[in-house]
C-alpha cells in the first residue's frame, strides 16, 4: 500500500509545481502567495512520499489531499485535479491493502507449506533411522 500511496504522491508533486504558473498567470494571484500555497503543498508531498514507510506519514498525506482540495478555492482548476489525485489516493489505499493482505497471505501459505515440508522430512529421516 505505501508504494502506490508513494507514487500517487510524487506525481502531485509535479501537479502541484504546476500549479504555481496557472495561478499566477490564469487567476492572477500574487506570486509569493502561489509559490507559498502550491510550493508548500508540494514540498510536503516530496517529503511525505520519501517517508510513506511511516504510519504518522501516510495520516499526513491524507491531510494533505484535503489540504489540495481546499486550494480549490483559490484556483478553481484544482477542483478537478483534487477531486482526480484524491481519488487516486483512496484507491491506491483500498488497492494496496488489497495486495498487502494476499501477499501475508501468501507468505503464511508459503511458510506453513515449509513447515509441512520440514514435518516430511524429519519423519522420513526418524523412520529411516529407526
Known sequence: MRVVCAVVLAFEVIILG???PVA??????????AV?????L???ALVLSALQRYTWAHYAAWALQA?????????????LISVVFGSLWVVGVIMGRRVDEARAAHEARAEA????ENELEEARAASGTA
Do not use: H, K
Not at 24 to 33: D, K, P, Q, V, Y
Not at 36 to 40: A, E, I, K, Y
Open 42 to 44: 508540494a514540498v510536503a
Open 67 to 79: 489540504a489540495m482540495l481546499c486550494s480549490a478555492f483559490l484556483v478553481s482548476g484544482m477542483l
Open 24 to 33: 499566477i498567470n490564469l487567476e492572477g494571484i500574487e506570486t509569493t502567495l
Open 113 to 116: 507449506e515449509e513447515g509441512d
Open 18 to 20: 504546476l500549479a504555481i
Open 36 to 40: 507559498g500555497v502550491w510550493g508548500g
